[in-house]
């Protein structure tokens, strides 16, 4: 099988199939292999296969319908510690079927535990430095659905060695994701990021070093607690969404860079600005050379 890593979580790898990799796909499917069988071969996901097919013009068979789980044994299996995602896979259904099912039986609901993370003072300086001058923090807000919008928080840092994402992700786990560039001759992205619940961990290490970032891990944590206020699901008032946007507004404003605008207007203001700029310093007897581009 052709290597395309894309982007690798702890235990699993995800990646982007060549074109070889999809004739194969493509007549295994014609053969009978299901689009969930391909998925698990390939280890990509379902829909990445059942996508994949519709771009190549084939009609994705549908989905039968699945015999009556048992209940009784999958509650058995969770209560004495099992996953909903390893039940899932063991019954061929998605863990959220899993999750519903239970719950519809008043069984609660563990909460997905997040990975432990343990650094030493010495390198939660070192990665809030690192966090400070290549990392960045947004808030992320779902398509709203039947049950309102939902936000999420992600942190993650970019670079271009690949050792230092690599580091990142051996001390704190997470994901790590590579962004090709076109030319070729420019090198590839590299990326370490977590969310929510993994992401207030690691704002807390961090959050005594930081000092750039420090605003927008402050906001952060503040949406956080606004979020996991609420049961997962539940529908949001008008006043929580707009406390949640106010928080996402703030961290996007911090975030912003600037914006360079092609326009007329525009380019004559910065070009009188900078003729005003050159003849402050020039009568204040500084000799600054200003390069406008």
């Not at 796909?25 to 996901?45: E, I, M, P």
């Not at 829909?47 to 097919?53: A, E």
């Not at 070192?126 to 966090?131: E, M, T, V």
Request: hydrophobic share 35%.
């Amino acid at each position: 099988m052709a290597k395309g890593i894309i982007i690798h979580h702890p235990g699993k790898i995800y990646r982007r199939l060549s074109l070889r990799e999809w004739s194969l796909v493509v007549r295994l499917y014609k053969n009978g292999s299901t689009a969930s069988k391909l998925a698990r071969h390939f280890r990509v996901s379902t829909p990445t296969i059942t996508s994949g097919l519709r771009r190549r013009n084939l009609t994705v068979r549908g989905s039968f319908k699945r015999p009556a789980l048992n209940w009784p044994k999958i509650k058995m299996m969770y209560t004495r510690g099992k996953s909903a995602r390893f039940i899932g896979r063991a019954y061929d259904v998605q863990h959220s079927s899993i999750v519903r099912g239970l719950a519809r039986r008043g069984i609660s609901i563990r909460h997905r535990q997040t990975l432990e993370v343990n650094l030493s003072g010495y390198e939660r300086a070192y990665i809030a430095g690192l966090f400070d001058g290549e990392g960045t923090i947004v808030i992320g807000v779902n398509k709203q659905n039947r049950k309102g919008s939902s936000h999420w928080i992600g942190l993650s840092v970019a670079n271009t060695d690949q050792g230092i994402i690599n580091y990142l992700h051996k001390k704190m786990g997470g994901s790590v994701s590579c962004n090709l560039r076109s030319p070729l001759s420019i090198k590839p992205v590299w990326r370490w990021g977590v969310t929510t619940r993994h992401a207030l961990v690691v704002i807390n290490l961090l959050l005594p070093y930081l000092r750039i970032k420090r605003n927008r891990a402050l906001l952060a944590i503040k949406l956080y607690k606004r979020i996991d206020r609420y049961p997962r699901g539940r529908i949001l008032s008008e006043f929580e969404l707009s406390q949640r946007e106010n928080i996402r507004s703030k961290i996007k404003k911090l975030n912003g860079r600037g914006v360079f605008v092609n326009h007329p207007d525009l380019k004559r203001k910065r070009y009188d600005y900078m003729r005003q700029f050159r003849a402050d310093h020039k009568d204040a007897g500084h000799h600054h050379h200003v390069h406008s581009s």
